[in-house]
């Protein structure tokens, strides 16, 4: 079975740009997870969507960071606009029901210069 | 609120011996779930093994098992016959359980094992 697929792998730009990520869970995942993991530091929870609900987004700087879950499949994370300290790797996850196995994507790593 | 600490950011060992990560956490659930993750340099993130707080038996998988420790709340990992191919960045996470739909994972800020041939 396909993993979860995550794109850009990476993205550099300069502070106060935009930038979108997007991710594909694996079929017929029910919930998906965006996490934000700074260099050094454990990933950490910015949004949880059960299909194309919001679970918890309590996490999620929502001056700048916006999710959504369309058709309760693809989601995309987008970043406006972005600071030095978005730096990080964004993680996507998903599993098949809430509170089970989360399988995790590759990440898309993000530089802000 | 939950808190995960690892505190041993760093760790090695020689190729076929044995070594253990720590972990403590701190939280006022009766019911929750911890984990170990692993995080090799390629950065996909998968599971090593899974404990359920009601089980008072330890987890184990393969060369992987845990010592919990509930009243103490303290969660180690011990990696038997450790191989190269468990180089990586181990985390450890808890994740609350009763029911409803909020199972965010929180996770402590990983220890780095090395290990050596």
């Known amino acids: 079975e396909a993993g979860v697929a995550q794109s850009p792998r990476y993205k550099i730009i300069e502070k106060r740009q935009s930038v979108a990520f997007w991710c594909n869970p694996i079929?017929?995942?029910?919930?998906l997870y965006w996490y934000q993991q700074i260099l050094g530091q454990g990933p950490k929870l910015l949004i949880q969507?059960?299909?194309?609900?919001?679970?918890?987004d309590s996490q999620l700087p929502k001056d700048r960071f916006s999710a959504e879950r369309l058709k309760g499949v693809d989601s995309t994370l987008k970043i406006q606009p972005a600071k030095l300290e978005d730096s990080a790797v964004y993680l996507c996850a998903s599993s098949l029901v809430a509170g089970g196995e989360q399988f995790f994507g590759p990440g898309t790593r993000l530089t802000v210069l | 609120a939950q808190t995960v600490t690892q505190s041993q950011p760093e760790m090695s060992v020689q190729e076929a011996e044995t070594v253990t990560l720590s972990c403590t956490y701190d939280t006022s659930e009766s019911n929750y779930y911890l984990f170990w993750y692993k995080q090799p340099p390629s950065r996909q993130m998968i599971l090593v093994i899974r404990?359920?707080?009601?089980?008072?038996q330890n987890a184990t998988e393969n060369r992987f098992s845990v010592n919990f420790q509930k009243a103490a709340k303290s969660f180690s990992l011990k990696i038997s016959d450790s191989q190269l191919g468990d180089t990586a960045m181990y985390f450890c996470?808890?994740?609350?359980?009763?029911?409803?739909?909020?199972?965010?994972?929180?996770f402590g800020k990983g220890t780095l094992l090395t290990v050596n041939p």
């Open positions: 969507f059960q299909n194309n609900g919001v679970v918890d």
């Open positions: 404990q359920e707080a009601y089980k008072q």
């Open positions: 079929s017929g995942h029910a919930t």
């Open positions: 996470a808890f994740m609350k359980g009763g029911g409803g739909s909020n199972y965010k994972l929180t």
